[in-house]
């Protein structure tokens, strides 16, 4: 079946300690996103990507870095920097353009204490 | 601000009763686009409309949208207890290029008792 695959799905850091989060698909899709999600909000775009080796950086990208080494793996690392870490986190594929459908993982819920 | 935003914020109803969703937007969409996001999981995708598109169906799903009133609307008809969800709006943005810009609103929490 194809699919987005984000793990783990609970993630624990203490303060201080940057942290990778998972992204895998396997849909052939060009573009990747990261979103981040809190209570009551919607989803922020923290980072996307429409092709291997290149990144743009989305609406809330501080403290935040990704790489786009291979075109089925996106992953993204929370760092030390990022301010309110604690957060729902969401990985999401689409074919271009990017006016398409997004794809979702189950997203990892990581929690900095 | 938000581009998209969904009223009402939360909605209870009773099983087998129709849901309606409503999405009003700041400026002209290339597209719009419907989510649902159960408890805990990831999103995903129901209904796009295309701006040049006023009414599309999907199953028991209607997603209508006005472009001179700048609103869009989810109609889900006879509501099951699965229908429970977060349901989002997003609206896609064209700038130029291959420059497109999706934005999510806040979501309406649908509540479906048995």
């Known amino acids: 079946d194809g699919g987005i695959t984000q793990s783990p799905k609970y993630l624990f850091r203490k303060e201080g300690q940057n942290v990778t989060l998972s992204c895998e698909q396997n849909l052939n899709h060009d573009a990747m996103y990261w979103y981040r999600q809190d209570p009551g909000q919607g989803l922020r775009l923290i980072y996307y990507s429409q092709i291997v080796n290149d990144f743009q950086k989305g609406d809330i990208a501080e403290g935040y870095s990704v790489s786009r080494e291979k075109k089925e793996s996106f992953p993204l690392t929370v760092t030390s920097a990022q301010k309110n870490p604690t957060a729902f986190y969401l990985c999401?594929?689409?074919?271009?353009?990017?006016?398409?459908?997004?794809?979702f993982g189950n997203g990892t819920r990581l929690t900095v204490t | 601000s938000q581009q998209g935003e969904e009223d009402p914020q939360a909605l209870s109803i009773q099983e087998g009763e129709n849901a309606t969703m409503n999405c009003s937007y700041k400026t002209s969409i290339n597209n719009l686009q419907w989510y649902r996001q159960n408890s805990g999981r990831g999103l995903v995708h129901l209904i796009l409309?295309?701006?040049?598109?006023r009414e599309k169906h999907s199953g028991r799903l209607r997603v209508t949208l006005d472009t001179s009133k700048k609103s869009s609307s989810l109609l889900i008809t006879a509501s099951r207890a699965a229908d429970t969800a977060s349901y989002f709006c997003?609206?896609?943005?064209?700038?130029?290029?291959?420059?497109?810009?999706?934005?999510f609103g806040k979501g309406t929490l649908l509540t479906v008792n048995p």
């Open positions: 409309i295309r701006s040049n598109e």
């Open positions: 997003a609206t896609v943005l064209y700038s130029g290029g291959s420059n497109y810009k999706l934005t």
């Open positions: 999401a594929s689409s074919l271009m353009p990017r006016n398409s459908p997004l794809h």
